[in-house]
């Protein structure tokens, strides 16, 4: 022994300094644990806490949108979590909902089936009983039931979603790669909620714009812009060599393909009606017309402000054609593949002069046995009048309508939009004003 240490050293030294190492180690030992352990057991026996809840306790202005969660102060048993565990009220009525959980942020999610009432109270109840953590320490209650319970109320209806667009105003902008001016037309809901908006933007950057593309959004429900849409959430599409390409209405058809349609104008006094179709995911659907693009020319200035699509995803358009003196109403129809319809008025188009001087049709809508009714103004000289105009499925006028199809009333200001004509007027006798 004397050997290996050396000759300043003993066995006995040795023996000495190894002692005193594992005592000191044994009370080093001894002293560590985990939270709430007992020196002699190393059991957890602390419970866990939730530490943020969102909304908050006694929140109000909630928007409707909103998706509930609370964090915990550790790591939890996930099992223990469940739409059973975690259980959200307005009064008596429970809320339909998906309950997740993240591991890496300790938190748990409640995401509603349908937005939230206004104006509404919402209990969210925790069951602190059987939500436990990894030691099977049941959650701190916070209430005299046992559970975990917080409350919020919604925002009242018609107030701005602050939750939207990301920046706490519930205001969303976009500015498209030009960097020049846009502005939207339209706007619908695709299935599963994204948000599609319509319109033109400026072909380059300036305060002035003299080249106008078709413009094409989509947003995530909560108004981010879908990144996974177009490039980085946006389109834009140079229709062909015209000042302007215009969109003013937007559809989407069975298939989620996404219809635009407006005007081209090739200059100051021969602009065309003009569709352009994208995929769901906003790329050009060149299956539709040429490459995707499809104009029709009336004579003069044709435009487009109206679209829908029927149920076989034919495509109607409804504008004008004509010039600043004299228009008519102007009423195309495609087939699915983008091409005239040759069996609505022969060649797929129709004009309808309605006023004396200038009639522009502003909506459309489609009702029973396939008939179509669009509806503008007709100026008679002197005012600016209501204007509907019925036709049937062929593009004849409905003579069962109004005087041989047509109806009109003075009024200062166009019809702009016809959607409650499709819900609530059947059409199915003459119609007059009462």
């Known amino acids: 022994m004397d050997r290996f240490i050396g000759n300043g050293g003993s066995g006995k030294t040795l023996m000495a300094m190894v002692v005193v190492f594992a005592v000191a180690s044994g009370m080093l030992l001894a002293g ?22 969102n909304p908050a306790k006694d929140a109000t202005g909630v928007p409707v949108a909103a998706v509930l969660s609370a964090s915990f102060s550790e790591a939890m048993k996930v099992s223990t979590i469940s739409d059973v565990t975690l259980i959200v009220n307005a009064g008596s009525e429970q809320v339909a909902g998906k309950v997740g959980f993240s591991a890496l942020s300790n938190a748990v999610t409640f995401t ?27 959650l701190n209650a916070n209430s005299s039931t046992g559970d975990y319970v917080w409350n919020f109320t919604t925002t009242r209806s018609g ?72 490039i980085d959430g946006v389109v834009t599409t140079d229709i062909g060599s015209g000042l302007h390409n215009l969109a003013n209405a937007m559809a989407i058809d069975s298939a ?39 104009n029709t020319n009336f004579g003069e200035i044709d ?24 228009a008519n109403f102007a009423l195309a129809r495609y087939k699915d593949n983008g091409s005239p319809d040759t069996t609505f008025d022969g060649d797929g188009m129709v004009m309808t002069p309605v006023g004396k ?15 179509i009714v669009v509806a503008g103004y007709a100026d008679d000289g002197t005012n600016k009048n209501y ?48």
């Open 303 to 326: 435009v487009v402000y109206a679209l829908a699509i029927q149920p076989d995803d034919k495509i109607v358009v409804a504008g004008s054609s004509g010039g600043s003196s004299k």
């Open 159 to 230: 107030s701005v979603d602050t939750s939207f667009g990301g920046g706490g105003a519930g205001v969303v902008t976009t500015q498209f790669p030009a960097n020049g001016p846009s502005e939207s037309k339209a706007v619908v809901i695709q299935a599963g909620g994204k948000i599609l908006v319509a319109g033109s933007a400026c072909h380059v950057s300036g305060p002035n714009c003299s080249n106008w593309d078709f413009a094409l959004a989509r947003y995530n429900q909560d108004g981010t812009l879908d990144k996974t849409f177009g």
């Open 112 to 138: 509603p089936d349908a937005p939230l009432k206004y104006e509404t109270t919402y209990t969210v109840t925790i069951k602190a009983a059987s939500v436990t953590d990894m030691s099977n320490n049941s």
């Open 357 to 371: 001087n200038v009639s522009v049709a502003r909506a459309l809508a489609l009702v029973e046995k396939g008939k």
């Open 387 to 434: 204007a509907l105009v019925r036709y049937d499925d062929t593009g004849k006028l409905d003579a069962g309508f109004g005087a041989a199809g047509s109806l009109s009333h003075q009024a200062r200001i166009a019809v702009c939009c016809l959607w409650l004509f499709s819900r609530t007027a059947k059409f199915s006798q003459p119609a007059t004003l009462l």
């Open 256 to 294: 989620g393909r996404i219809v635009l349609a407006g005007y081209v104008a090739k200059n100051n006094t021969d602009y065309d009606f003009a569709l352009v179709r994208y995929t769901r995911d906003g790329l050009l659907d060149t299956a539709f017309g040429a490459s995707g693009i499809e």
């Open 32 to 53: 560590c644990g985990s939270k709430g352990d007992s020196a002699s057991s190393g059991a957890d026996t602390t419970k866990p806490s939730v530490m943020l809840t």
